[in-house]
C-alpha cells in the first residue's frame, strides 16, 4: 500500500457523507415552528394515548347527554360526528403527508446506503487487486532471492575449488625446490 492511499490518523472519516446530500428531508413538514407542530400532532395520531384519550371524551361526552346531566348533544350525536369528522379532515392530510415524506426519507436513506455499499466494494476491489499486486512483487522478488542464493553457491563452490587447486599448486611448488 502506497503512503498517499493510507488514512491519516488526524483526518477523520466522515460516515455520514453518503447521507449528508438528503439531510434536508428530516424533518417531514420543514423546520419552522408549525411544521414541528404539525408532525409531532400527526405522530400522536397513532399512539395508545391518543386513542385511549378520545375513547374517554366519547365515553365522557355520550354519557353526559345521555344521562342527562347537559343535553348539547342529544342521541344521534351530531355535534360528535361534526367533531369527528373535523378532526379527519385535518388528521388524514396530514399523516398521508407525513407518510409521504418518511417514503422519500426511506427512498433517498436507500440510495445513500446503496452509494455507501457501492463505495466499499470498489475499496475492496481495490484492496485485492493491491494484494495480487503485492502477492506478484513478493514472488518475483523471492525468485531473485533464490536465483542469487543459486549464484552465491556456485560462485562460492567455485571460489573453493580454485582455493583448492591453488593450494595443491602451491604444495606441489614447494616441495619441488
Request: no cysteine; aromatic share 8%; net charge neutral.
Amino acid at each position: 500500500m502506497t503512503k498517499s492511499s493510507q488514512p491519516t490518523p488526524s483526518a477523520a472519516v466522515d460516515h455520514l457523507r453518503f447521507h449528508r446530500p438528503h439531510a434536508h428531508l428530516a424533518p417531514t413538514f420543514g423546520n419552522d415552528r408549525f411544521a414541528l407542530r404539525a408532525e409531532a400532532f400527526a405522530r400522536f395520531f397513532g399512539t395508545p394515548m391518543f386513542l385511549g384519550a378520545q375513547t374517554l371524551i366519547v365515553l365522557i361526552w355520550v354519557s353526559l347527554n345521555l344521562l342527562g346531566v347537559f343535553h348539547f348533544d342529544a342521541y344521534p350525536f351530531i355535534l360528535l360526528n361534526l367533531a369527528f369528522s373535523l378532526q379527519s379532515a385535518y388528521a388524514a392530510p396530514l399523516i398521508l403527508l407525513a407518510q409521504t415524506r418518511q417514503a422519500a426519507r426511506d427512498k433517498a436513506q436507500a440510495e445513500a446506503d446503496a452509494q455507501h455499499r457501492e463505495a466499499l466494494a470498489v475499496a475492496n476491489s481495490e484492496r485485492q487487486a493491491q494484494a495480487a499486486q503485492n502477492t506478484a512483487q513478493l514472488l518475483e522478488l523471492l525468485e531473485q532471492n533464490t536465483r542469487l542464493t543459486e549464484m552465491t553457491k556456485a560462485l562460492t563452490e567455485r571460489i573453493d575449488s580454485l582455493t583448492t587447486e591453488m593450494h595443491q599448486k602451491f604444495i606441489s611448488d614447494s616441495s619441488v625446490q
